[in-house]
C-alpha cells in the first residue's frame, strides 16, 4: 500500500556541466593527504580509512602522510 503512495521519479536531473567541471577542477587542485604506493601502483587517498583498505590488499606497500 504504501509503495503505490509513493511516486517513482522518471528521471534525475543532471548537473549543468559548468558546475561538474568545477567539482572537477577543484578536485584535482586539492592535495591529497596520503600518498600510497605499491609494486606498480601509486594511489592518492584522503582518509586514515582508506589507507587500512588498501593496506590489507597491499601488506608491503609503502605511503607517505602530507
Same mark, same amino acid.
Given at each position: ?16 556541466? $559548468?558546475?561538474? &567541471? !568545477?567539482?572537477?577542477?577543484? +578536485? ?6 596520503? @600518498? ?11 582518509? $586514515?580509512?582508506? &589507507? !587500512?583498505?588498501?593496506?590489507? +590488499? ?6 607517505? @602522510?602530507?
Amino acid at each position: 500500500m504504501f509503495s503505490e503512495m509513493v511516486e517513482v521519479k522518471k528521471y534525475k536531473r543532471k548537473k549543468s556541466l $559548468k558546475k561538474t &567541471l !568545477n567539482t572537477v577542477i577543484e +578536485i584535482k587542485n586539492s592535495s591529497p593527504k596520503i @600518498i600510497f604506493k605499491a609494486e606498480s601502483l601509486v594511489v592518492t587517498l584522503r582518509n $586514515k580509512a582508506q &589507507l !587500512n583498505r588498501w593496506l590489507k +590488499i597491499y601488506p608491503n606497500a609503502c605511503y607517505t @602522510i602530507n
